[in-house]
């Protein structure tokens, strides 16, 4: 009898042990920036150094990027967020307005600007053989399963970036946001040689939110793709959420909400998506892409 007492005994002392573990298990006491000695207690929360960051692409600064450029300007001041620019740097150097482009110089706080491509897609460059297929994509296309010849994409990387550096927009001669998140593995090394540090595009045939580190530069897939257009349903919102929450379920530090413009051209719609996003999940941080390159 007494052996039996004493083995569930035993159970019971494991049982709360776990549970005692468990509780405590997303919650340390550390203050590592306590500058006193006072040991203020703070309660580090369940997506501690999760960052989650918002990319609108296929910015150019034309006229017509205005009006996304604007609401999306009330957003990051009314929730205290940011937004990436992926901007195509062919169409910037021969399009953009120097109007359109003061919303970004005036806002640096709300803005940054990341690569998106220099022309974007296949039909600015590459020959017919290409156009009659109806494929595109600048670095990759996945319907005919073409893979750009590396000597392709290397000009056309070389060249954005030149782009960028020629206007002084530093963070796109780091972070790239490839077109249509198609490239294959040249892409990512190829931009690795040319001081690319993040790059985001798939890295498998089903998207699985796979992080790789290739030498200098890290590549990601653990974006959430918002399709295009401007009214988001109640259902639209929680499936994007749910996106967000399973990428972070899987353990990626970094989550990227992946807008077009139109998303944000009717602004009481694009508010519910932020409001709802942001309210559901206080202790998730909101952050810029470059926010991981600071120390
Ligand atoms: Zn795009």
Redesign the pocket.
């Known amino acids: 009898m007494d052996g039996k007492k004493e083995v569930s005994n035993s159970i019971l002392f494991f049982l709360i042990s776990v549970m005692l573990i468990s509780l405590f298990a997303g919650a340390s006491v550390y203050d590592i920036n306590s500058k006193n000695s006072s040991l203020k207690q703070i309660i580090i929360p369940k997506y501690d150094n999760v960052r989650v960051s918002f990319i609108i692409?296929?910015i150019t600064f034309k006229k017509e990027d205005r009006l996304a450029l604007n609401n999306a300007l009330i957003l990051a001041k009314k929730y205290n967020i940011t937004f990436e620019l992926?901007v195509i740097a062919q169409q910037f150097n021969e399009n953009s307005n120097p109007e359109t482009f003061k919303i970004y110089e005036d806002n640096k706080d709300a803005f940054e600007i990341i690569a998106?491509g220099l022309t974007?897609g296949s039909d600015v460059i590459f020959t017919d053989e290409f156009n009659e297929s109806g494929s595109y994509g600048e670095f990759y296309i996945p319907s005919i399963n073409r893979h750009i010849p590396a000597d392709v994409q290397e000009e056309h990387i070389k060249k954005m970036k030149g782009i960028f550096e020629k206007n002084n927009l530093t963070t796109a001669t780091k972070i790239f946001a490839v077109?249509?998140y198609e490239g294959d593995e040249n892409t990512i090394k190829l931009a690795e040689k040319n001081g690319y540090k993040l790059i985001i595009q798939r890295l498998s045939s089903v998207q699985n939110y796979t992080e790789q580190h290739y030498g200098q530069i890290i590549a990601l897939e653990s974006y959430v793709y918002i399709p295009p257009y401007n009214i988001f349903s109640s259902s639209d919102l929680i499936i994007y959420n749910n996106k967000m929450m399973d990428i972070m379920a899987a353990g990626k530090k970094n989550v990227y909400i992946s807008f077009h413009q139109i998303n944000l051209e009717v602004l009481e719609n694009a508010d519910k998506f932020f409001k709802n996003l942001i309210e559901k999940n206080p202790d998730v941080k909101f952050a810029a892409i470059s926010s991981r390159f600071e120390k």
């Open positions: 692409n296929d992926g998106h974007h077109p249509y």
